[in-house]
């Protein structure tokens, strides 16, 4: 009985001591929580205490019962209710407003494991509440519109700072002291930047495009244009267009002289996708292609040809339906007149170029030949058949607002990213099977490609053998890796990406639309 006293009160006081200083989650990732769910897999709840959540949103909470509800696994069920709510339980590290005008809100996202907010981690982690902005009512009134609003403001401020970078420090605002990134310390970059204000400076098309993307979300959702019109977002436009214009420029000129480029990157490293090639400009690319130059993928890893297909169609996708708000803006004289048709025509331009230069011949399985989208082009006719398993990927393409899943050259290339012959990255074993990539290396298949593969596919067989991909390789921990050993799925890599996390809670809940009918089934 005393026994019994004492327990009690440990653990009261032990809540006591949780609300005054919430673990870090770094390490609460990495361990098992009771209730664990009652399958086979008896996957942890990994959800911190209310108390230490970093977002409430009532929304998120009836939502997760709504679908956890429609879903019959129960191990599949815990893994829902753990991931989806991961970046406002845990990655919403400020939210407040600019010292120079408090109706500036300002968000300041991190990327889970990483104390630093990322152009495109930041984007897609607010994306995967995106179907939920579009469903509350007077959703600009919401507190996800104001997340939204908040993370709009924060990257525009960022691109006005140090456009070509990738990720940043919170800001001043917050309180909130600069991360030292021990990785960036010997960068030689130009432009030159404050480590005060970026955290690293990789220079990522997808970057400028995650901004746009945000933006058009936000827009479709609310339609706020006072919004727009009313803090710094057409100057970060502008900021956009200019970085994405610069990086056009080809490597010779005319005459055959070494253009600047005006981006180059070196650090000293042993891994080769860490820096550039040729001191810092990269592989050269060819003039008047049309395309734009990436010197990093979304992976963080340096291209081998800088003319990057999945971002260039992520940067025409979203940089045409981020021109409709320039346009409303324009129709009540809140923006420059002819910004929008500007927009406009290089995103056409962009996917002329794509159409001309991205798609090559490759041998067929029949003997024959078959076309194909590239990776990676340079111009010159040099091309890099794979993907990588980091959104924006050639898997990725129908959610980037560039084509239809449908369309019969995406089936193909994604029939080939899909198998062993086709894509050096694609990664088998008898416990998960999906793509990787470089960051990782081989062997190490990435959820985050499972989870795509779901998105882009009708196909139920398909659906399902990749749902169990999933649920059985979390290693009982209930949380989605960034990336797994195929053949030991107790070997994985980032206990805490919150991206993943929020896209296979997104992913459920699409299915839970297109195809209720598999959230039925047993995955034990
Ligand atoms: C969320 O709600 C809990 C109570 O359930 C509270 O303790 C916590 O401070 C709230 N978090 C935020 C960020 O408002
Ligand atoms: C959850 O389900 C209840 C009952 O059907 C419904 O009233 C509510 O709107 C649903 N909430 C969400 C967020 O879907």
Redesign the pocket.
Known sequence: MRRTTSAVLLSILADTALSQSCPDYSSYAQQRHEPYSSGKYALSYQRPSPSCRTFNSS?IE??I??ISAAIADPDLARLFENAYPNTLDTAIKWHGTAASNPAEELTFIITGDIDAMWLRDSTNQLQSYAP?LA?SAASADSPLASLYRGAINLQGRYLLTAPFCNSFQAPPESGIAPAHNSAADSDRVVPGYDHSQVFECKYELDSLASFLELSASYWGATKDLDFFAGFHWISAVQAVLATAQAMTTPTYGDDGGVLRSPYTFIRDTTRATETLANDGLGSPVARGTGLVRSAFRPSDDSTIFQFLVPANMMFAGFLGKAAEIVAALEGKGKAPGGLSKEMKSFAGDIRAAITRHGVVSVAGADGGTETVYAYEVDGFGSANVMDDANIPSLLSAPLLGYLDRDDPLYRRTRERILGQNGNPYFMRGPAINAVGGPHVGPGMAWPMASIVRILTSDDDKEIADTLKDLVSTTDGLGLIHESINTFNPSRWTRQWFSWANGLFGQMIIDLHARKPEILKKSFQ
Request: cysteine-free; proline content about 0%.
């Open positions: 929304l009836s939502t019962a709504n939920l469903a």
